[in-house]
């Protein structure tokens, strides 16, 4: 909300020389927040000048300009900037006659953009000044021509200054309104702030124009509420307060000093009718519309719409209306949007002789959904959907009727109607110590009586508690922690003390919690960036990477997705995660070494659709949250990773490294033990991956069982073109709740070995088909508690070795608790470990 400081101060008292710093910060301390000072961004010498005469100069461009002897000060007085009284000025503009008075911008004078003004030779001539034109001052966007201060009913002598003449040297303050107080989106709003913070006398704009409403009890004029559709069990429409002008005279222009207001506070000047209706919106925060009467037919009805009804609106928009869209209609149909915007049948123009003003109070839901539906937010819609005091609609109206009678000649008429039902505010309970319990401040009994009636509640005693009943403009007050709230504001926030709040005993993290925090740092200390992807996929991805077998995989697809391409909640993280290697490839970074944990979305039952959404209206009953739930697809936290490029640079005396699979699965490693289990890697198959390149990740439980969690490989090299990506792309995705379910509940340390390991190799001939990693558990098995450590180091193919069948090479490490182990201990639990193979596997020792 814009308030320009001249208005005000009409309404509260301001001390002279306020600034808008000291107005920001006063409203900031009950509560509202800064935003911006706005102002003209205009400096002098900027004067009221006089066309003495001018020569029309056609030029041999096609262009006609105006040499122009202009008279800027009194006769025979020094101009403002210090210069003659009469001054040749350079006019490109034709619209104005000798003798008009006109404003000119001397040398010296900076207007909005910024632009400098300074004598400067053009067209032959030394242009001591310029005439300027409405857009150019910033009072709106007229250039078709010069100002004419004639047609604005002024006629100032001649010097005068134009920037106070026209209101360019108001400031406008800005601050930001929360949905809760509606109410500050009006002069009249945030005076009343004003005054509670400063403790200056506030005027209410409403009291002042309520004795000019001699006419508020017109009649005559029909008006029907036909609310078929209450939203909420409440009337569209609670009041509804019309009025008749006539003989008004359209043709006049708006007053400079409320063009500047409406300028600053954010609004274009249209019309001096339109212009008056904006006025006394922001003046009293109740929407005004104006209809031509004589464009009426009938009376006005205020209903729902009809299925199929169409509306043409303000801005030449037909608009398809919904059945829950509350309307103005007259014999002919609909002719506004209540509430959002009127109808173009009806509106105001140069033409206009007879206005019927509609003040009105509408339910804040149903605007709120109407603006929404048809994307159509507007100064009213604004207001309307965060609450409007109903108490006000009468002064408004009466208020339009007195600008209208004062500024467009016109007269006010007795036709005119009033319907109230607004519900008077119910009194709330306030207990005795109350607000000291919750706030921590002890406030005494007049300090709460004072801050509730100085925001305009009625305060009365009840049996151990205060009855307040809330003013009508504020609708956000309905529970004793909103009274509590007001009490510590309008006293001052300053009161309540500044004390650390004590954390609550608890149990802290939870195993799980624990256990994924420690993946995380695990990773990202040993060279892992955590990455964050958006969770929205397309289908194609999903049932690329959500299964490693071909086929759809259910996925929950949104109502009201961000981007069309990709309506789906993701089922893998790998999608997200080649995406973020595809960005930043595209950007130069070539090596890649990242992860990210988080959730997908695994739906088993059926789909939450919109046709099983209660209304929004309505509160659910237990059963249907209990379906609702029921509906949520399961949503477990993955870990996926990615590497490419290199995993070690180039440097002097450094040959580069290339990232592929082995990084992913050491990552893979890195995992497992973080949450103190170990990962096994059996070959097998993805449709996503390189056939020969991928591995599924099976953990190895304490008590022997083996879980499959996920698979890790190099992404297919067609694919990996497809996306744009390197030919070798290394990726891993495993279930993490599922693996941190069969982790141990406690990750003990191995104890430090006593005496020295004895160290060798075994090469094993198997058929090609056998998977290394059944052997290598098949020698751990045969080899015994002496068996440290086992891993396979060599897969040879090749001479020597007999047709369809491979070498596998393991190197064990053997050790004792109580001893120093001897070679022939160490042979001896390695060909117990290779006997296993061979009665499995018809393994045969490699000579």
Not at 495 to 506: F, K, N, T, Y
Not at 535 to 551: A, R, T
């Given at each position: 909300?814009?308030?320009?400081?001249?208005?005000?101060?009409?309404?509260?008292?301001?001390?002279?020389?306020?600034?808008?710093?000291?107005?920001?910060?006063?409203?900031?301390?009950?509560?509202?927040?800064?935003?911006?000072?706005?102002?003209?961004?205009?400096?002098?010498?900027?004067?009221?000048?006089?066309?003495?005469?001018?020569?029309?100069?056609?030029?041999?461009?096609?262009?006609?300009?105006?040499?122009?002897?202009?008279?800027?000060?009194?006769?025979?007085?020094?101009?403002?900037?210090?210069?003659?009284?009469?001054?040749?000025?350079?006019?490109?503009?034709?619209?104005?006659?000798?003798?008009?008075?006109?404003?000119?911008?001397?040398?010296?004078?900076?207007?909005?953009?910024?632009?400098?003004?300074?004598?400067?030779?053009?067209?032959?001539?030394?242009?001591?000044?310029?005439?300027?034109?409405?857009?150019?001052?910033?009072?709106?966007?007229?250039?078709?021509?010069?100002?004419?201060?004639?047609?604005?009913?002024?006629?100032?002598?001649?010097?005068?200054?134009?920037?106070?003449?026209?209101?360019?040297?108001?400031?406008?303050?800005e601050v930001n309104v929360t949905p809760d107080r509606g109410y500050a989106f009006s002069i009249r709003g945030i005076a009343r702030e004003y005054?509670?913070?400063?403790?200056?006398?506030?005027?209410?704009?409403?009291?002042?124009?309520?004795?000019?409403?001699?006419?508020?009890?017109?009649?005559?004029?029909?008006?029907?509420?036909?609310?078929?559709a209450p939203i909420r069990d409440r009337v569209g429409a609670s009041v509804f307060v019309t009025r008749v002008v006539r003989d008004v005279d359209?043709?006049?222009?708006?007053?400079?000093?409320?063009?500047?207001?409406?300028?600053?506070?954010?609004?274009?000047?249209?019309?001096?009718?339109?212009?008056?209706?904006?006025?006394?919106?922001?003046?009293?925060?109740?929407?005004?519309?104006?209809?031509?009467?004589?464009?009426?037919?009938?009376?006005?009805?205020?209903?729902?719409?009809?299925?199929?009804?169409?509306?043409?609106?303000?801005?030449?928009?037909?608009?398809?209306?919904?059945?829950?869209?509350?309307?103005?209609?007259?014999?002919?149909?609909?002719?506004?949007?209540?509430?959002?915007?009127?109808?173009?049948?009806?509106?105001?123009?140069?033409?206009?002789?007879?206005?019927?003003?509609?003040?009105?109070?509408?339910?804040?839901?149903?605007?709120?959904?109407?603006?929404?539906?048809?994307?159509?937010?507007?100064?009213?819609?604004?207001?309307?959907?965060?609450?409007?005091?109903?108490?006000?609609?009468?002064?408004?109206?009466?208020?339009?009727?007195?600008?209208?009678?004062?500024?467009?000649?016109?007269?006010?008429?007795?036709?005119?109607?009033?319907?109230?039902?607004?519900?008077?505010?119910?009194?709330?309970?306030?207990?005795?110590?109350?607000?000291?319990?919750?706030?921590?401040?002890?406030?005494?009994?007049?300090?709460?009586?004072?801050?509730?009636?100085?925001?305009?509640?009625?305060?009365?005693?009840?049996?151990?508690?205060?009855?307040?009943?809330?003013?009508?403009?504020?609708?956000?007050?309905?529970?004793?922690?909103?009274?509590?709230?007001?009490?510590?504001?309008?006293?001052?926030?300053?009161?309540?003390?500044?004390?650390?709040?004590?954390?609550?005993?608890?149990?802290?993290?939870?195993?799980?919690?624990?256990?994924?925090?420690?993946?995380?740092?695990?990773?990202?200390?040993?060279?892992?960036?955590?990455?964050?992807?958006?969770?929205?996929?397309?289908?194609?991805?999903?049932?690329?990477?959500?299964?490693?077998?071909?086929?759809?995989?259910?996925?929950?697809?949104?109502?009201?997705?961000?981007?069309?391409?990709?309506?789906?909640?993701?089922?893998?993280?790998?999608?997200?995660?080649?995406?973020?290697?595809?960005?930043?490839?595209?950007?130069?970074?070539?090596?890649?070494?990242?992860?990210?944990?988080?959730?997908?979305?695994?739906?088993?039952?059926?789909?939450?659709?919109?046709?099983?959404?209660?209304?929004?209206?309505?509160?659910?009953?237990?059963?249907?949250?209990?379906?609702?739930?029921?509906?949520?697809?399961?949503?477990?936290?993955?870990?996926?990773?990615?590497?490419?490029?290199?995993?070690?640079?180039?440097?002097?005396?450094?040959?580069?490294?290339?990232?592929?699979?082995?990084?992913?699965?050491?990552?893979?490693?890195?995992?497992?033990?973080?949450?103190?289990?170990?990962?096994?890697?059996?070959?097998?198959?993805?449709?996503?991956?390189?056939?020969?390149?991928?591995?599924?990740?099976?953990?190895?439980?304490?008590?022997?069982?083996?879980?499959?969690?996920?698979?890790?490989?190099?992404?297919?090299?067609?694919?990996?073109?497809?996306?744009?990506?390197?030919?070798?792309?290394?990726?891993?995705?495993?279930?993490?709740?599922?693996?941190?379910?069969?982790?141990?509940?406690?990750?003990?340390?191995?104890?430090?070995?006593?005496?020295?390991?004895?160290?060798?190799?075994?090469?094993?001939?198997?058929?090609?088909?056998?998977?290394?990693?059944?052997?290598?558990?098949?020698?751990?098995?045969?080899?015994?508690?002496?068996?440290?450590?086992?891993?396979?180091?060599?897969?040879?193919?090749?001479?020597?070795?007999?047709?369809?069948?491979?070498?596998?090479?393991?190197?064990?490490?053997?050790?004792?608790?109580?001893?120093?182990?001897?070679?022939?201990?160490?042979?001896?639990?390695?060909?117990?470990?290779?006997?296993?193979?061979?009665?499995?596997?018809?393994?045969?020792?490699?000579?």
């Amino acid at each position: 909300m814009r308030v320009p400081l001249s208005w005000l101060g009409e309404y509260v008292d301001l001390e002279p020389g306020t600034t808008a710093e000291e107005v920001h910060a006063a409203l900031v301390s009950v509560g509202l927040e800064e935003e911006d000072v706005h102002t003209f961004e205009i400096s002098g010498p900027v004067v009221v000048g006089q066309v003495l005469e001018f020569e029309e100069e056609p030029q041999t461009n096609g262009k006609t300009i105006r040499w122009c002897q202009v008279r800027v000060a009194p006769e025979g007085q020094k101009a403002a900037d210090g210069g003659p009284d009469v001054r040749g000025i350079v006019c490109g503009a034709r619209n104005f006659l000798r003798g008009d008075k006109v404003v000119v911008t001397l040398p010296g004078a900076v207007l909005p953009g910024p632009f400098p003004i300074a004598a400067r030779k053009t067209y032959g001539h030394v242009s001591d000044g310029m005439i300027a034109s409405a857009r150019e001052l910033g009072l709106g966007d007229d250039h078709e021509g010069i100002l004419r201060l004639t047609t604005l009913g002024l006629d100032p002598e001649v010097g005068t200054d134009a920037i106070a003449l026209l209101g360019l040297d108001d400031t406008a303050v800005e601050v930001n309104v929360t949905p809760d107080r509606g109410y500050a989106f009006s002069i009249r709003g945030i005076a009343r702030e004003y005054s509670h913070a400063t403790g200056a006398a506030f005027r209410d704009p409403a009291d002042a124009v309520t004795v000019h409403a001699a006419g508020a009890h017109a009649h005559g004029f029909s008006v029907t509420i036909d609310d078929r559709a209450p939203i909420r069990d409440r009337v569209g429409a609670s009041v509804f307060v019309t009025r008749v002008v006539r003989d008004v005279d359209g043709t006049r222009p708006t007053p400079p000093w409320m063009v500047s207001r409406l300028k600053l506070a954010g609004i274009r000047s249209i019309s001096l009718v339109v212009d008056i209706t904006n006025y006394v919106m922001l003046e009293l925060g109740q929407p005004i519309h104006g209809y031509d009467l004589d464009a009426l037919t009938g009376g006005i009805v205020v209903r729902r719409a009809h299925e199929g009804e169409t509306l043409v609106t303000l801005d030449d928009q037909t608009r398809a209306l919904h059945v829950e869209d509350l309307l103005i209609t007259d014999e002919s149909g609909a002719i506004g949007l209540a509430g959002v915007m009127g109808g173009a049948s009806t509106e105001i123009s140069a033409q206009t002789r007879n206005v019927l003003i509609e003040a009105a109070n509408f339910d804040p839901v149903s605007i709120a959904r109407t603006a929404r539906r048809h994307k159509l937010p507007s100064e009213a819609s604004k207001r309307f959907e965060r609450g409007v005091d109903p108490r006000v609609a009468v002064a408004a109206a009466a208020r339009v009727v007195q600008l209208l009678e004062q500024l467009a000649g016109g007269h006010a008429d007795e036709l005119g109607s009033l319907h109230d039902a607004a519900e008077q505010a119910e009194a709330i309970r306030l207990p005795d110590g109350y607000i000291q319990g919750l706030v921590g401040v002890d406030f005494t009994d007049d300090e709460v009586r004072g801050a509730l009636a100085e925001i305009g509640g009625t305060v009365t005693d009840g049996d151990g508690a205060l009855l307040v009943v809330p003013p009508s403009w504020r609708p956000d007050l309905t529970d004793k922690s909103d009274l509590a709230e007001e009490v510590a504001r309008i006293v001052g926030f300053d009161r309540i003390p500044s004390v650390l709040p004590v954390a609550p005993p608890g149990s802290g993290l939870s195993r799980e919690q624990k256990l994924r925090r420690a993946v995380a740092q695990m990773l990202a200390d040993n060279g892992s960036t955590e990455v964050l992807a958006f969770p929205f996929v397309s289908e194609h991805e999903n049932d690329l990477f959500g299964s490693p077998e071909e086929g759809s995989v259910p996925a929950v697809r949104l109502a009201n997705a961000l981007d069309a391409t990709a309506p789906y909640l993701r089922t893998s993280l790998l999608p997200g995660l080649l995406e973020i290697a595809k960005r930043n490839l595209a950007r130069g970074l070539v090596d890649l070494n990242v992860y990210e944990i988080g959730t997908v979305f695994r739906p088993s039952g059926a789909a939450l659709g919109s046709e099983t959404l209660p209304p929004g209206a309505v509160l659910p009953s237990d059963d249907v949250l209990a379906g609702l739930n029921a509906g949520i697809p399961a949503q477990p936290r993955y870990l996926a990773g990615l590497v490419v490029g290199n995993a070690v640079l180039k440097e002097p005396g450094q040959a580069p490294v290339a990232a592929g699979l082995a990084d992913a699965l050491t990552m893979v490693r890195q995992t497992a033990a973080a949450v103190g289990l170990e990962v096994e890697f059996v070959q097998s198959r993805h449709q996503a991956l390189h056939p020969g390149r991928t591995a599924q990740l099976v953990a190895l439980g304490g008590d022997g069982a083996r879980t499959v969690v996920g698979y890790a490989g190099e992404l297919l090299p067609a694919l990996a073109e497809e996306l744009d990506l390197p030919r070798v792309v290394a990726v891993f995705e495993l279930d993490l709740d599922a693996l941190i379910a069969v982790a141990p509940s406690d990750i003990i340390a191995g104890t430090i070995a006593g005496f020295p390991a004895a160290t060798q190799d075994l090469s094993l001939v198997v058929p090609e088909e056998t998977h290394a990693g059944d052997v290598l558990r098949a020698i751990r098995e045969g080899a015994g508690p002496l068996l440290e450590d086992i891993r396979l180091v060599d897969d040879y193919r090749g001479a020597g070795i007999p047709a369809a069948h491979k070498s596998l090479t393991f190197a064990l490490r053997f050790r004792a608790d109580d001893r120093t182990l001897t070679a022939a201990e160490a042979s001896e639990a390695k060909l117990a470990g290779a006997a296993i193979a061979a009665d499995r596997f018809g393994a045969a020792i490699r000579e």
